[in-house]
């Protein structure tokens, strides 16, 4: 039994600390401000993921999350009330039950509070919102943010700074991918040279802009294995694309050029400095290949791009371990907990207790919301000091380390790793 005395010291100081939060979706906040934000509009992701795995058909679940779609929010808690009751028990579950507690003062998620809930949701998203839920009640001092392929790289730098995805410079198997990627550029992109000319010269004016990593998001569609390609046969590839009009190139064919392409976006990263944000492990949604996201199908990566420094994102669950010895044993590989605290607080303390004895503590980064909501990075930053706080309260108590060595290395995993990683 770990003492109330020792935990609430450890409580305080952990809350103190200004979070660097690795990685979250929040769009502008004008985008939330359209005056039709309700409780639907939160099931763009996890539990509505829950849903579906519960039974929820995908139709249903798109009409009911569709700002657009004629159902009345009464119509729609009817839809979702009958998978709600198993769902609310899971990570997801509970964190946006307290979440919308804490924000919006309801004490629960039913038939009761959904139109109330709704109610309070859309007077509270005014501009301003994101400031007060963000910095005072979160506590978090910067949020890295994704933004999209085609998006742009502009974010309130008061609170974000923003991660681009470019892997669709790898990704793109047909003439017309190759046409949006040449509209996004502005450049003719004929070749393979002009595909890494315009790459390059992508990733050059967001580094103008202020980008402070890159992510690759592949994991999603492909296994995380990328072989050394010389670059006639990736030219080959290029050509079939270009010469095609439909998209008949399967996996096989496409994938020489992705892993060339996907090679060469971890070299300029390198090059400039920028770390590499990866996404291994669970995929949000549902039914994906998680063998796809093993965090070791990477390894020739670490082994030959020494200067790269790549972050292992989700804690590669469910591969926490080989995270954890990856991490370990490469000094270019660090290891983020992002999201998991939403999924399950067990497993990420289970997680944050393997990794604190295996990994070296400026290796670890402790917290990443991964939502598409300020509310969400709020929530799930709260399970996030409140599990932290938990596993190094064990550690002190059972005389694993000293209370000052725990606060040393709270301090490292919620802000200074994060601060020292991408220079913010
Ligand atoms: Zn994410």
Known sequence: MVS??????????????????????????????DGKYDLFRFLEHYVSSDLVSAGM???????????????????????????????RTTGYGRAILEYMHDLFGVEDISGDTYAELSRRIQAAHTPGWYQKVLR????????????WPGQPVTVDRSLFRAVPILDHFAIMGTRAELAALEKETNRSIQTLDQLLAAQEG??????KQGIVAVKIFLAYRRPLHFERVDKSTAARVFDRIWLSQTQDLTFADLKPLQDFMTRRLVGLAA??????????????????????ARPTLLTNLFMEFQDARFVLFHAGYPYVSETAVLAKTFPNVFADLCWMHAVSPFVA???????????PCNKILGFGGDSNYVEGAYGHCKVARRVTTDVLARKVEEGYFSEEEAVFFAKRLLRENAKELFRV
């Open 4 to 33: 109330q005395e020792l935990r609430a010291r450890l409580q305080q100081t952990v809350d103190s600390i200004a979070v660097i939060d690795t990685h979250e979706h929040i769009p502008p906040e004008s985008a939330v401000c």
């Open 57 to 87: 058909s995908r139709e249903t679940l798109e009409t009911i999350r569709n700002p657009q779609s004629s159902l009345t929010l009464e119509e729609r808690w009817r839809l979702m009330e009958p998978f709600w009751k198993y769902c």
């Open 136 to 147: 005072e009640f979160a506590r978090i001092e910067l949020a890295l943010v994704i933004t």
């Open 202 to 207: 992508r990733l050059d004016d967001f580094c």
């Open 271 to 292: 090059e400039r400095g920028l770390p590499i944000q990866i996404h291994t492990g669970l995929q949000e949604g549902n039914g994906n290949y998680i063998e796809y």
């Open 349 to 359: 303390a289970r997680t944050l207790e393997e990794w604190l004895e295996t990994i």
